[in-house]
């Protein structure tokens, strides 16, 4: 038989959730300590004395560099580290700077050229930001922030900068140094983007942005207002490091989802405003010499490539908005192979030509063998985790031209067009079922699980709804073969299931219109002939059915559910029949038990326990009386819990018997495992016994294991006093079959 799963023991590694944790308390204790100190310098710079401004204003670069540095490599994200890097290679560079300026007399411009390089890293560290912070990648928002920023320094060189230089050409230097409020602009449109990204409650955010704000008046009014402008850079500098300090810095990269997702009008009308102002300068104010001409039209041209490139991104954004749309509604979610929507379209395009090329169109209907218990034991994510790697196995092992879909829950189809009459898909089911006996591996170890294939195969024009449901029915028909094995389609199988359909529709109210009813074949003693009890079993008379066969509908029963309330009933009916039986013996009678089937969904269900002990408080019955039987296979399919609840019936008394014994796994260690006291041999065992047949010697090894395990045995389906006798010879316990009566109903039970 082929084991459901097996398990690897996983490393607990594999099991431990992606490292999340939060810094500290202590990181946002020293980012708030840090701030004060903060508060201090800045109110000593601003109403210090003046000789004591320069030394602090380098005493805050210098806290402000060792705090960007501690905040980047010991409080950020590992994988998030590379904006604040930057942003800490900025403020070296602003150090570097600032302190150049003040040792070396006569520096001139020198430290501008390590300024310049400053903000641009600035820049980039906040665009980095901004790139990681937003779910959407195509969010226009840094290209807005460039316009803005453009715009602001078309205005700054119009009215403030140009007319400061005179007639003359001043060095390049001096103009690239004069543009520096407008990357100010830029940087604080950048971080203030973090605004619509989610960032309102993170305090690292409400840091930055007035500290940006800071940086920019400070460059606007430097030249005029040396003094303010101190104060100012020294509170950027320290609000920066501040931020970096603090926890919530860890938020400004982590992906959000972005809030804005399409042009709005007031963005809109802002976007045109700043397009207009360049036009409207440059008609007010017109190009003095070679130089404006020159500046103005680099700005013009950076402003109509944004816009270009703005333009760029919507329309690829469109595109690729349309085709995820597209794809979300032709291919599945989980794992990216086509949907019941493609395979359908599909089958229809291959059925136009089919005829022509005197091809047919075959399906492989594919479904996991008990994919609820993978989910029920270790949780959807891995039952996920299956899925995918199923997907990913059958694709990998399929022709180009084929065509592998997942079409809902553990259901996957594989659909091909081959010549007529040939067996290709034949030979594809048995490769499909042979890549599942190499076991899966996932995160919690090596899972081996098995498939049902049901193939159906149709000509030209070919309905897809047809073909699907045609290799849907074939795969059940799988499935009760015994599974982990491929079944072909025929049009008997329609018969069958509309039988089926009709059988549960009927089953469905059976129990409530009082058309179940339990009937009670006897179970004697091998040695004497005494009765020892009765097997009960649920037998179903319908008025136009008339009766149906426990082989039909109990598999009905127990695929939907409806197991669990009938057996409870029966085990009801079963118990409450043996105490008036039990009442009406005479002292020294040999006492009677009854033996009733527990089904699967019964054993996994909890409530099984609860209703056993409120049936034995109604009844008065011992619980040693009752004998539940399970099936060996019944127990496998969760072993867990099947022992959990075995255990917990044992507990209370009640006698475990394993039905069918020797048709399933039946092995010691399985059997040591079972807190059962009864054997129940499968009555195909018993058939030749008594005529020196072949299974003879299985049954006396049966006898002689259960006599060492201190069980006692119950031989089923013993018709003949033949094998009676053998039985009785091989010191067999008990036994049932119609030699000592055929099952009946209670009122026509003679004890």
Request: net charge negative; aromatic share 6%.
């Amino acid at each position: 038989m082929t084991p459901l799963l097996a398990t690897g023991r996983a490393s607990p590694e594999r099991h431990a959730p992606p490292s999340q944790a939060s810094p500290p308390r202590r990181d946002a204790a020293l980012a708030w300590r840090f701030l004060t100190g903060s508060v201090l310098v800045v109110v000593a710079i601003t109403f210090g004395p003046v000789v004591a401004r320069v030394p602090l204003g380098i005493g805050a670069n210098v806290a402000a560099v060792i705090a960007i540095g501690y905040g980047t490599f010991r409080v950020a994200d590992r994988a998030d580290r590379t904006p604040w890097r930057w942003l800490w290679i900025a403020s070296l560079l602003f150090l570097a700077g600032a302190s150049l300026r003040v040792t070396v007399s006569g520096a001139g411009r020198l430290p501008d050229m390590l300024v310049i390089p400053g903000y641009l890293a600035a820049a980039y560290a906040f665009a980095g930001m901004l790139v990681r912070r937003r779910a959407d990648r195509d969010d226009p928002a840094w290209i807005d922030a460039v316009l803005v920023g453009v715009t602001f320094a078309c205005l700054e060189w119009t009215y403030q900068i140009a007319p400061s230089f005179g007639d003359g050409d001043p060095p390049l230097l001096t103009v690239v140094t004069a543009f520096l409020p407008a990357i100010d602009v830029v940087l604080l449109l950048l971080i203030g983007q973090q605004f619509l990204s989610g960032g309102l409650r993170s305090p690292a955010l409400w840091l930055l942005v007035p500290g940006i704000a800071g940086l920019l008046t400070a460059d606007l009014i430097a030249a005029t207002h040396p003094g303010p402008a101190a104060t100012l850079y020294a509170s950027t500098c320290l609000m920066t490091g501040a931020a970096t300090l603090h926890p919530s810095m860890r938020q400004l990269t982590r992906p959000s989802q972005a809030l804005v997702r399409r042009l709005s009008r007031k963005r809109m009308v802002g976007l045109g405003f700043v397009l207009l102002v360049p036009v409207i300068v440059a008609t007010v104010e017109p190009a003095g010499g070679p130089l404006d001409q020159n500046v103005r039209g680099v700005l013009v041209a950076l402003l109509v490539g944004t816009v270009l490139l703005r333009v760029v991104r919507s329309n690829d954004s469109r595109a690729r908005a349309e085709n995820t749309v597209r794809r979300r509604a032709t291919h599945d979610a989980l794992t990216d192979l086509p949907n019941r929507e493609l395979l359908s379209d599909t089958i229809t395009a291959w059925g136009e030509r089919a005829t022509a090329d005197q091809q047919e169109i075959s399906l492989l209907f594919l479904d996991l063998d008990r994919f609820k218990m993978i989910n029920d034991h270790w949780g959807h994510q891995v039952g996920d985790e299956l899925l995918c790697a199923v997907a990913a196995r059958l694709s990998a092992n399929v022709r180009g031209s084929d065509l592998v879909c997942r079409i809902g829950g553990d259901e996957f189809v594989i659909a091909l067009a081959s010549p007529s009459h040939s067996i290709l898909a034949e030979s594809v089911a048995t490769r499909a079922l042979g890549l599942f006996t190499e076991p899966f591996t996932l995160s919690v170890g090596d899972v081996v699980v098995s498939a049902s294939i049901g193939v159906a195969k149709a000509g030209g024009g070919a309905e897809a709804v047809e073909l699907i449901r045609d290799a849907d029915t074939a795969m059940y028909k799988a499935k009760d073969s015994g599974r982990n094995a491929y079944a072909l389609f025929d049009t008997s199988l329609r018969d069958e299931l509309r039988d089926r359909i009709t059988l549960e529709q009927q089953l469905r109210g059976a129990l409530a219109r009082g058309e179940l009813y339990a009937a009670y074949q006897p179970i004697v003693d091998v040695a004497t002939g005494e009765l020892d009890g009765f097997e009960t079993l649920m037998r179903w008379e319908h008025p136009q059915l008339g009766l149906v066969s426990p082989l039909r509908f109990i598999p009905v029963a127990e695929e939907t559910g409806l197991i669990v309330e009938a057996g409870t009933w029966l085990l009801r009916e079963s118990a409450a029949q043996l105490a008036v039986w039990r009442a009406g013996r005479r002292p020294g009678d040999r006492p009677l038990h009854i033996s009733v089937n527990v089904s699967v969904r019964q054993l996994t269900n909890r409530d099984l326990v609860a209703v056993v002990q409120d049936i034995l408080t109604e009844t008065g019955l011992p619980p040693g009386a009752l004998w539940l039987e399970i099936t060996e296979s019944g127990v496998m399919e969760d072993i867990d819990t099947a022992l959990a609840t075995l255990d917990e019936l044992r507990d209370l008394g009640v006698t475990m018997a394993i039905d069918d014994f020797g048709t399933g796994y039946s092995s010691l260690s399985y059997l040591n495992r079972l807190p059962v006291g009864i054997v129940k041999l499968d009555r195909s065992f018993i058939n030749d016994v008594g005529r020196h047949g072949a299974n003879e010697s299985i049954v006396r090894a049966v006898l002689a294991m259960a006599a060492a395990l201190n069980l006692r045995v119950v031989a089923e389906g013993v018709e003949t006093e033949l094998q009676r006798d053998w039985l009785c010879e091989q010191g067999c316990d008990l036994a049932q079959g119609w030699l000592f009566g055929k099952p009946l109903r209670a009122s026509e039970t003679v004890l």
